[in-house]
């Protein structure tokens, strides 16, 4: 049995179509349905459902990914036989929320790049949901992002922390000693939000509609440093990850906002699709993360 036909296989098993996996992979959408059509001929069994335009995994075809997987990682494992004092090299592409990119990725970044020099690291970010899709697609190998604890079946999640949420002002404003400030009066302040749809920011506009009240911020930016600078200049409030402002909070430039709004449980989270193959880059950027994040 041949290597390639199980990584096409799998990858158009994630993407569910042979013309994105062809493309993806650099293929004809031909050489793909010819490699499948083969493989098929091979096991005995038919693999995919070829309605129209769509496919579909057979129950044989879902039960054979993990088979498929196997055979890969002892491929990978025989590669790597005797060279474990060699240096990682290739590509890593990591996706990442645009607050955890500013405020707590940088210094794994330099620690990464100064020990796996050989590794082309290179990060994107985008909407939660958006970079839920490009890990599907495998447009990148792994996924460090905050949210409600969120388990997909397609997943591996390696490390997970609980992040704290909170309103946060300069520390001369006038809410900042008050206690148990209520929404009410909370919102009739000037809000500097990141952009609508990211994570934290939805669960907290959540439960405002449950109160029956709505925040209108009059800025919106995804640059939390930004959003920062402008609530330490008393331009307004804000609601942020505590990792976002924790240099200023401990600084006393900002505070920590006492307010009725219920607590709002947040995570940061590292995943990966459960049919990637695992690269020694993705291993050394897993084992970094955990040593100096998620511990």
Known sequence: ???????????????????????????????????????????????????????????AGTAFIPKAREVLYAVRAAKEFGKTGEEPEGKLRVGISESLLGSVLPPVIMDFCRCYPKVELSTCTGMTAELFDMVRQNDIDILYFIDRKTDFPEWIKVAERREPTVFVAAAGHPLAGERNISLERLLKEPFLLTEKGVSYRYVMEQELAAAGLEIRPFLETGNTAVIARMVMNQMGISFLPEFAVREPLAAGRLVVLDTACPEIRMWSQLVYHRNKLVTPQMEKFIEMMKNMIFV
């Open 1 to 59: 049995m041949e290597i390639r036909p199980l990584i096409t296989f799998l990858r158009v098993s994630d993407l569910q179509s042979f013309t994105h996996a062809a493309a993806q992979l650099g293929y004809s959408q031909a050489a793909v349905t010819i490699q499948m059509r083969q493989l098929e001929e091979e096991l005995g069994v038919q693999l995919f459902e070829r309605i129209g335009r769509r496919v579909r995994l057979t129950e």
